[in-house]
């Protein structure tokens, strides 16, 4: 596909840019996320632009990639959340090792809480109750 890997990145640090550059695709709390006509348009360009490393490239193989990088992104980010809550700091926090973990930190709040995200909140907040009432107790 790219002939270097200096190439590939500097192409997929454009498609991300232009991505970025589109919140009616990724920003749910934006008005624009839901109007399809801006979102179709923001499509055409990804597409366009994707078609100069894939000529049959469309919208299906847009979304897919945009779908794969947002995976990544994930993945790479729960454990930076992960290695902060665990109480790392400093040089013992996670550090990400996905390229272009930085060119998308952009969606970290873009995210819909899942059932099992928000169970996780739930224990915590339980967990944090749970001391406040036994240093209550304990006074």
């Known amino acids: 596909m790219c ?7 500097i192409f997929w640090s454009e498609f991300i ?4 550059k589109s919140p009616c695709l ?35 193989t847009v979304t ?6 947002r995976s ?3 993945k790479e980010h729960k454990k930076v ?9 400093g040089d013992d926090v996670y550090q990400p090792t996905l390229w272009y973990y930085d060119m998308l930190l952009f969606l970290k709040d873009q995210e819909m809480p899942t059932q099992q995200s928000n169970l996780r909140v739930l224990k915590s907040f339980v967990k944090q109750e749970n001391l ?5 107790i304990l006074y």
Do not use: H, P, Q
């Not at 406040?132 to 209550?136: A, D, E, H, K």
């Open 3 to 9: 002939a270097c890997l200096d190439g590939c990145r």
């Open 17 to 20: 840019n232009l991505y970025k």
């Open 26 to 60: 990724w920003k749910i709390s934006s008005f624009e996320y839901s109007n399809k006509t801006k979102k179709a348009a923001a499509y055409d360009i990804l597409v366009n632009k994707l078609k100069e490393k894939d000529e049959t490239a469309t919208k299906d």
């Open 64 to 69: 897919k990639k945009i779908n794969n990088l």
């Open 72 to 74: 990544s992104f994930r």
């Open 81 to 89: 959340m992960r290695s902060m809550e665990s109480g790392a700091s």
């Open 132 to 136: 406040v009432l036994m240093i209550v």
